[in-house]
């Protein structure tokens, strides 16, 4: 497991990747905010989909999915139609519209990655990838088995004096 000072070193750089975020979002059109573009990107991966899943993949309150959702529907991005199993429900499926604005975003930020990620090897780049999927993996609330704590063990104790020894 790894040391204390590992664990503030990758809090201290995932505060530092806030940056990288905000620069990514500024390539965005100024149409298309990040939310949307996270409901976009999200219909485009795992195709149509009811409200409720959004708001799971988004990770996000139902009323905010909908404040995302309103704001792709009045631009003709994406179209909410009757759940056929529940009529209380919508799908929601991304119109041609919204994928020629998802494409276009796509190709920016791709773009950009490529721009600043020059320098990286195809292993890097790829190996960047897998670590992230896997710490995103591993915070995806109980969607994936993770090890059951062990208990803390008791400290050896020295005989001769009954305080801790340390012990590697």
């Given at each position: 497991?790894?040391?204390?000072?590992?664990?503030?070193?990758?809090?201290?750089?995932?505060?530092?990747?806030?940056?990288?975020?905000?620069?990514?979002?500024?390539?965005?059109?100024?149409?298309?905010?990040?939310?949307?573009?996270?409901?976009?990107?999200?219909?485009?991966?795992?195709?149509?989909?009811?409200?409720?899943?959004?708001?799971?993949?988004?990770?996000?309150?139902?009323?905010?999915?909908?404040?995302?959702?309103?704001?792709?529907?009045?631009?003709?991005?994406?179209?909410?139609?009757?759940?056929?199993?529940?009529?209380?429900?919508?799908?929601?499926?991304?119109?041609?519209?919204?994928?020629?604005?998802?494409?276009?975003?796509?190709?920016?930020?791709?773009?950009?990655?490529?721009?600043?990620?020059?320098?990286?090897?195809?292993?890097?780049?790829?190996?960047?990838?897998?670590?992230?999927?896997?710490?995103?993996?591993?915070?995806?609330?109980?969607?994936?088995?993770?090890?059951?704590?062990?208990?803390?063990?008791?400290?050896?104790?020295?005989?001769?004096?009954?305080?801790?020894a340390i012990t590697k």
């Amino acid at each position: 497991m790894a040391e204390q000072a590992q664990y503030e070193e990758l809090m201290r750089q995932f505060s530092a990747f806030g940056a990288v975020r905000r620069e990514m979002g500024r390539i965005l059109p100024s149409e298309c905010p990040g939310g949307s573009a996270a409901v976009l990107t999200l219909l485009g991966r795992h195709g149509d989909m009811r409200m409720s899943k959004l708001a799971e993949l988004l990770a996000v309150d139902m009323s905010v999915t909908s404040r995302h959702v309103t704001h792709v529907a009045e631009r003709g991005w994406i179209q909410r139609s009757p759940d056929p199993a529940d009529k209380r429900s919508r799908i929601l499926h991304l119109t041609p519209e919204g994928q020629a604005q998802l494409d276009r975003m796509m190709r920016q930020t791709c773009r950009m990655l490529a721009e600043r990620l020059s320098h990286w090897s195809d292993d890097e780049v790829a190996q960047l990838t897998a670590l992230m999927a896997r710490l995103r993996a591993s915070f995806d609330d109980g969607r994936t088995p993770h090890p059951e704590p062990r208990p803390p063990t008791a400290p050896v104790l020295d005989q001769s004096t009954r305080t801790p020894a340390i012990t590697k």
